[in-house]
């Protein structure tokens, strides 16, 4: 069944019938095809740039084909370009492909161009790891070095490759078949995809190498697309182009009410505004919610647990894969650490409170609580995870505070990311992670940045208005921040310091005589 074709997107395949050529009509195959483009869809279509591929394909395939073919053309950022013909109609057979860029994952969809529909979605590891399991360490890699700094390019374009080759056994469409891709990734990551330094990202005075990324053939890049790839726009060295497809996925931009965007990973990511002004923010947060300090921390994956209870002093758990529990995951820490602090077992300054169950032992000198067999959360754990959520929340209350906001002025409180997809609102209100405002009001849009990916794909139009967003975006980095650290040390308690923010834990806590 024919669709019919989204004229918006990066790409279109469209199917033409050409008059053959004759003494009368002798114009070159070039001229006669895009004449059929002006004649059939538009003068821009007509004005089409000619990739080297496709001029070679002219002959023979037009004339054994009887000038019956389909044509892809691409979109380089700022005109159509031809980039292939192929015999007969074919114009059914549309794809492109987005994905998003992370330090530790690459999360990649093929997308139908025609239908706007996801036809299969898959991860990977970031090749890169090898080179370190943290940003810095590969920073640290590639710095000054050109061989080195190729290496972690190459290892990060394997990781597409990966991830092609995966989509092509699972569907049978190959890289080669995806017109244009789309990616969002943070600065860092952006600058190994094109095996540029990224040492300025992580310092002073944070003059990195591009924010705003032309359009790259795929080709240039290692990549098998017939077209070209386009990376999201960032607006600083830690707020990169994630978190830009991520307000555009949102559309907070857009809205009369005033939001608050807040990605939360090794890095914190903050973006508070309406249609009227954007202000952003990004400073360290820590990798706690990743499992990644944790000492029995994973990722969430078979044999994580995901989700904990506690009842009538007994832990009750579920794992990832209904397999016998190997470690936590963040969703799990969250779970954990609120069921634990509702139940007595620790105090608001999250120390464990000794005797308030036969749980709580000490391991290896470190008082720690046994959440699954053999399996325990010590209390380092806990203190690097009251880091990680103190630096979100200062985030989000020092921004508030400079533009004289205060939370019932916020409509929507978007928390993005895989750990905000999984994590309970409840749980997350209790230990502080999340406001305490009326639930239907946080919102977890999941792996947004892959989302804004595949909606700019889909609507090429959204380069220049993601663009314009940045111009008007201002820029905060907490690390230069003098008092920032003060006021964390406030966000360190559960849920913090001051109860009265957090009145429905208060009146748990009231409710189970602990207040």
């Known amino acids: 069944m024919k669709t019919e074709n989204r004229t918006e997107g990066w790409s279109r395949k469209l199917y033409l019938e050409l008059a053959p050529p004759s003494p009368e009509d002798n114009v070159s195959d070039q001229e006669r095809i895009l004449r059929a ?91 890169q790891i090898a080179y370190g399991e943290d940003i810095l360490t590969r920073i640290f890699y590639g710095k000054d070095a050109p061989e080195k700094l190729e290496e972690i390019r190459q290892a990060t374009v394997d990781s597409f490759l990966e991830l092609f080759e995966k989509m092509e056994q699972d569907t049978g469409v190959s890289g080669e078949q995806c017109a244009s891709m789309v990616i969002a990734g943070n600065t860092t990551m952006t600058h190994f995809l094109y095996g540029l330094d990224a040492f300025c990202v992580f310092s002073s005075p944070y ?54 965007f807040l990605d939360i990973g090794t890095n914190g990511e903050l973006v508070i505004g309406n249609k009227d002004f954007l202000v952003a923010g990004a400073g360290a947060a820590g990798p706690a919610l990743e499992g990644g300090v944790v000492k029995t921390g994973m990722r969430a994956e078979p044999g ?44 608001v300054r999250g120390r464990y409170v000794e005797g308030a169950s036969e749980k709580i032992r000490k391991v290896d000198g470190e008082l720690a609580a046994e959440y699954a067999p053999g399996l325990f959360f010590f209390q380092k754990d806990i203190e690097e995870f009251l880091k990680t959520k103190a630096a979100a929340g200062t985030m989000v209350e020092y921004m ?15 928390v993005a990311g895989a750990f905000g997809t999984h994590i309970s609102k409840e749980a ?20 947004s940045s892959l989302a804004g990916a595949r909606k700019m794909l ?50 748990e806590l009231k409710k189970r005589g602990l207040l």
């Not at 607006?235 to 991520?246: E, F, K, T």
């Not at 995951?329 to 007595?344: Q, T, Y």
């Not at 508030?400 to 978007?414: A, N, P, Q």
């Open 37 to 127: 483009l002006r004649e059939k869809y538009g003068e821009a279509y007509g004005k089409a740039g000619c990739s080297f591929q496709a001029l070679r394909k002219f002959y023979p395939l037009c004339c054994q084909a009887d000038w019956k073919i389909t044509v892809l053309l691409v979109w380089n950022g700022g005109s159509w370009e031809l980039a292939d013909i192929e015999p007969g109609d074919t114009a059914g057979e549309h794809y492109g492909f987005c994905a998003d860029l992370g330090s530790t994952t690459l999360v990649g969809e093929l997308v139908d161009m025609n239908t706007g529909e996801v036809l299969w979605q898959k991860s990977v590891f970031n090749h």
């Open 207 to 260: 003059a990195v190498r591009t924010l705003k990324p032309d359009c790259y053939r795929g080709k240039e890049l290692g990549l098998p697309l017939k077209g070209y790839v386009y990376c999201y726009p960032g607006q600083a060295n830690y707020l990169g182009g994630d978190i830009v497809s991520g307000v555009v996925e949102t559309e907070i931009y857009k809205q009369e009410e005033i939001s608050v």
């Open 304 to 347: 994580a647990v995901d989700r904990v209870q506690i009842e009538n002093g007994q832990v009750k758990v579920h794992v990832l894969g209904e397999t016998p529990a190997e470690g936590i995951c963040g969703s799990g820490i969250v779970d954990l650490l609120a069921e634990m602090f509702l139940n007595g077992w620790i105090d």
């Open 400 to 414: 508030m505070g400079e533009m004289g906001l205060e939370m019932k002025d916020i409509r929507r409180f978007y």
């Open 428 to 447: 997350g209100v209790t230990v502080g992670l999340y406001p305490d405002i009326p639930r239907d009001r946080i919102i977890l849009p999941g792996n």
């Open 458 to 507: 889909l609507n090429r139009k959204l380069k220049e208005e993601a663009e314009e967003v940045l111009d008007k975006m201002s820029y905060i980095q907490f690390g230069a921040v003098d008092n920032f650290l003060h006021l964390m040390v406030a966000a360190e308690a559960i849920p913090h310091t001051d109860i009265r923010r957090y009145p429905t834990v208060e009146k």
